[in-house]
């Protein structure tokens, strides 16, 4: 009975040594996951507004937003043409919509709404690249003025979106 009981041990303890030698975790604290011996640069167009409401500052807010997230989180070097990786597209939508009503029937909360539309190709792998849609939500009370909170609403969902575009590109979430 104990030469059983050993037996399980030591088939437990090889089973335990066996599956943790097998496994192997790699944690990045950036959330890339790029293979820099083959990718090395990033191409990032230009991305214009074409909504119906234009609020000029937010393509530059989402243009360096969008540079400075692979600069700062990624070793890919920046270039005007022919990149491993290719970043194109256009702000499709900036919409303001009605999100509450109060007691007296007129709104009481009003939801911005930004939408970006995003052309990635990646020349080292093509079956990653895609052509799809981001966007990005943010609530203000509706005694406040547009104008008032426009550029931090904005820098809210410009970073929402950056963020969702860089985890669809290089961090394989």
Request: glycine share 2%; hydrophobic share 35%; with cysteine.
């Amino acid at each position: 009975m104990e030469s059983t009981n050993r037996r399980h041990h030591y088939i437990l303890l090889s089973l335990l040594v066996l599956l943790l030698t097998a496994c192997t975790v790699s944690y990045r604290f950036n959330g890339a996951s790029i293979d820099y011996t083959e990718t090395k640069t990033i191409q990032i167009d230009n991305f214009p507004i074409r909504s119906a409401y234009v609020w000029a500052p937010m393509q530059s807010i989402f243009q360096n937003r969008l540079t400075e997230i692979y600069t700062n989180q990624t070793k890919l070097r920046q270039v005007k043409k022919n990149g491993d990786l290719q970043l194109a597209g256009e702000i499709v939508a900036f919409d303001q919509f009605n999100k509450g009503i109060s007691s007296d029937g007129y709104s009481s909360q009003i939801q911005l709404k930004m939408t970006v539309n995003v052309r990635f190709v990646n020349n080292k792998k093509h079956t990653d690249d895609f052509e799809r849609q981001f966007s990005a939500t943010s609530e203000y009370d509706a005694s406040q003025q547009l104008n008032a909170v426009q550029e931090e609403l904005v820098t809210q969902m410009v970073k929402d979106i950056t963020d969702q575009i860089f985890n669809a590109t290089v961090a394989n979430w």
